[in-house]
């Protein structure tokens, strides 16, 4: 008996086939490190969940939610610079609306000393904050605190600054002063030994 010959389109069929399934099983594997990472910072197990950022970046791009959430591990980890480094990151891929983000990255610039960064920071989640329904506010924010911290780091800084300028300048002063009275004692010198000289020749 005669077997009914394929269809012509029987080869695109089994390569379209073939590529679905391919496409569900990475995509399950990306989702699986993503929610892997998510659950462990769920459980507040942030430094297991670092290996399984890694994993859903290596095979997917970046988002503003994954960096979001690595960015929170990185600050839990105590590790600011890499915590900053994903809160702004996810700020560019449209993370801007995250209160949350913008808290964290506000708190990370301000451990490191960023003050001028972490007051832009507060300020932008402050005004997120006050704009959410009072019911769906994160409690213990205390943005008006944080605002008045970093002003006094910047005004600290500033006078700092001044201080040390006005230092500088005064330093500067007494070298120029010490340099001229310098000069004035050699030329004084000079003179009093061309006396003798002109005596002898005289002479």
């Known amino acids: 008996r005669l077997r009914p010959r394929p269809p012509p389109w029987a080869p695109f069929v089994r390569a379209c086939r073939s590529h679905i399934h391919l496409y569900c ?4 594997d990306i989702m699986s490190a993503l929610e892997d990472a998510l659950l462990c910072c769920l459980e507040d197990r942030f430094a297991a969940a670092l290996p399984h950022f890694e994993a859903h970046f290596t095979t997917e791009g970046p988002s503003a939610r994954a960096l979001s959430a690595r960015s929170r591990a990185h600050f839990e980890c105590g590790d600011y610079v890499k915590a900053m480094a994903d ?9 801007a609306a995250d209160e949350a983000l913008m808290f964290r990255k506000a708190k990370a610039a301000f451990y490191l000393d960023e003050f001028r960064t972490a007051l832009r920071a507060f300020t932008a989640g402050h005004e997120l904050w006050t704009s959410m329904a009072e019911s769906e506010r994160p409690k213990g924010r205390k943005y008006e605190l944080w605002l008045r911290k970093c002003q006094a780091e910047i005004e600290d800084e500033e006078a700092e600054a001044e201080a040390e300028a006005e230092a500088g300048d005064s330093a500067a002063g007494d070298e120029s002063i010490a340099k001229a009275e310098e000069e004035q004692s050699t030329a004084e010198g000079g003179g009093d030994e061309s006396a003798p000289m002109e005596t002898a020749n005289d002479a």
Do not use: Y
């Open 87 to 95: 809160a702004v990151e996810a700020e560019k891929l449209g993370g």
């Open 25 to 28: 099983r990475l995509n399950c």
